[in-house]
């Protein structure tokens, strides 16, 4: 009971510091130079474009709140109810910080830095199993009534349609540009705080010296190998497949070692999500740890 206390307590303060570095990107980065990027908040920072007597983050509760009573049908009362406080979090935070004056009016400046706070605040929303409702939400609703649209990409018609929009009310055709750095360097710094820093490859490795290979990794690196039984279907030989996972700065000794020994291997590399397991993160181990 003490442990899953503090879990939650840990939750919301994550929360907070997402809402935090995302109002930082609204307010001082992004509505300061007029960039629509898509999102609530992106169609917040229009609508106070073309209205400004309402302010950017009491836009961002009023486009939510109908929003969050379409997804309660099929989100359930909790999630709705948590997205709620994060979405009322945010709206006052965004309207505090709002009050500070903007650091940078170079569009391209402003585009980095609040793709980066906005980046780490959804990071933080993603981790801690918090939402900040707008077209994701809305993306999650529209699947269940649009049959053959995955939510990816229910997310990226209404995400894309706001920026489109934003340009031609702005008459600002350099938004969709700057919109789509915000985007990228958003998506990027997200994926970062999710996975975190340390990427590992996994290898696939098909060769007839599976023995060999196998010896010559065991001696000169710390990762675990497993051989399984394969069948070329060409020649209907029998193979030798390798697997195993390696950190990203011994994937090139990975490669010398088995050179060395088989030229002729053949050599798969994935990029690897998450590896737990001995040499890696423990598999017991707090996801947010």
């Known amino acids: ?54 302010s950017v983050g009491t836009l961002l509760l009023l486009i939510n709140l109908p929003i969050m009573l379409l ?3 099929y989100q359930g009362w909790k999630f709705i109810l948590r997205c709620l406080l994060t979405v009322a979090t945010l709206s006052v935070i965004t309207d505090l910080l709002a009050l500070l004056p903007a650091p940078t009016e170079d569009s391209v400046l402003a585009s980095l830095y609040g793709g980066i706070c906005q980046g780490v605040g959804i990071g933080m929303f993603v981790k801690y199993q918090f939402s900040s409702g707008g077209t994701e939400l809305l993306g999650r609703v529209l699947a269940k009534f649009i049959k053959g649209l995955s939510i990816p990409v229910c997310v990226g018609i209404l995400d894309g349609a706001i920026v489109i929009f934003g340009a031609i009310v702005t008459q600002n055709p350099a938004n969709m540009l700057h919109a ?38 065991l001696e ?33 000794q990975l490669k010398q070692i088995v050179k060395s020994v088989d030229e002729k291997a053949f050599i798969i590399i994935n990029e690897s999500v998450e590896v737990r397991g001995q040499g890696f ?9």
Do not use: W
């Not at 307010?27 to 609508?47: C, D, H, R």
């Not at 030798?240 to 994937?251: D, F, G, M, R, S």
């Not at 993160?281 to 740890?289: F, I, P, R, V």
């Open 220 to 252: 000169n690196s710390p990762r675990g190998v497993t051989m399984l039984e394969g069948q070329g279907m060409y020649t209907h030989n029998e193979r030798n497949v390798l697997l195993t996972c390696v950190k990203n700065h011994q994937l090139t």
């Open 180 to 217: 789509l750095i915000v985007i990228f360097v958003s998506t990027k710094v997200s994926e970062m705080i999710l996975v975190g820093f340390d990427k590992s490859k996994l290898c696939i490795i098909i060769s007839d010296k599976g023995a060999e290979i196998s010896a010559a990794l």
């Open 281 to 289: 993160k423990a598999l017991g181990q707090d996801e947010n740890d």
């Open 1 to 54: 009971m003490k442990r899953k206390i503090l879990e939650e307590i840990r939750g919301y303060i994550g929360m907070l510091v997402g809402c935090l570095l995302y109002g930082l990107s609204t307010s001082l980065f992004l509505a300061p130079t007029e960039i629509v990027a898509g999102g609530a908040s992106g169609l917040a920072v229009l609508i106070n474009l073309l209205y400004n007597k309402i």
């Open 71 to 73: 997804g309660l049908k």
